[in-house]
């Protein structure tokens, strides 16, 4: 099989990955597949844990893990998405509230 056939494949092998676990984030998508393959035995039951350095979620990601919730998917489940503890996805999306009502507050202030 060529290279350009690899990695073709990779990609297609993120974009479904991408796809069944509602990664809006490709390169969330593909460290999950890199993890993967290099590791194949990282799983933990049906998981497969990514670890995702703190730097690396944007707000964007955090709105998506408050959009999930409220589709009543669960804190584990999300952090299975995202490679993070049940316990971080709280606590992220309880700093995410915290810091936004505390942008709320100081605009009405002014």
Avoid at 34 to 42: G, L, M, N, V
Avoid at 49 to 63: G, M, P, Q, S, W
Avoid at 66 to 81: A, D, H, M, P
């Amino acid at each position: 099989m060529s290279i350009l056939a690899i990695d073709l494949l990779e990609n297609y092998a993120a974009l479904l990955i991408a796809i069944k676990q509602g990664f809006e984030n490709a390169d969330i998508a593909f460290r999950f597949l890199d993890k993967a393959i290099e590791d194949p035995f990282c799983k933990k039951g049906n998981e497969i844990r990514v670890a995702v350095r703190r730097d690396d979620l944007t707000d964007e990601d955090i709105k998506h893990m408050i959009k999930l919730r409220s589709k009543n998917v669960t804190y584990k489940e999300i952090g299975v998405f995202y490679g993070l503890t049940m316990h971080a996805v709280y606590r992220r999306i309880k700093r995410y509230g915290q810091k936004k009502e505390s942008v709320l507050e100081r605009g009405e202030e002014s």
